[in-house]
């Protein structure tokens, strides 16, 4: 395996990995580093588990506990799941950015036809 799998050798952070809002997408808990800015929105025992960086025990400890309590991860999928839809798809970032432009520009927002 090359370097980066399985913990050895990481070199390189990912702020924002959009793996994390992929698999809530698709309602599934996650386990994530408590650190990056998926943590802004992923909250722990509630949407999957956070661990420390680097921190492999944790990160095993973290997946046995999800694999072991059936109830506990469905759960967490289903809270992942809504997470998701009520605040982290493609379309909900479009209408904040949209929103931010037309504040911060003074337009007038009913000169746009955009939904939110």
């Known amino acids: 395996m090359p370097d980066g799998y399985f913990g050895h050798k990481i070199k390189w952070d990912e702020p924002y990995a959009t793996v994390f ?4 997408g698709a309602g ?10 998926i943590n802004d ?10 661990v420390p960086p680097k921190n492999l025990d944790a990160a095993a400890e ?5 694999l072991s309590n059936t109830a506990e991860r469905e759960r967490m999928c289903r809270n992942a799941a809504q ?3 009520e605040s982290l798809t493609s379309r909900i970032f479009a ?9 911060s520009t003074g337009l ?3 000169k746009f036809s955009f939904n939110d």
């Not at 809002?21 to 809530?24: G, H, I, K, P």
């Not at 929105?41 to 956070?50: A, Q, W």
């Not at 209408?95 to 504040?103: G, I, S, T, Y």
Request: glycine share 10%.
């Open 83 to 85: 997470l998701f839809e």
């Open 21 to 24: 809002l992929e698999a809530m």
């Open 41 to 50: 929105y992923v909250r722990d025992g509630i949407h999957g588990y956070t």
């Open 108 to 110: 007038d927002r009913q």
């Open 62 to 66: 973290a997946l046995d506990k999800m």
């Open 95 to 103: 209408v904040r950015l949209v929103n931010q432009f037309l504040e």
């Open 28 to 37: 599934k808990a996650v386990i994530t580093a408590n650190d990056g800015g």
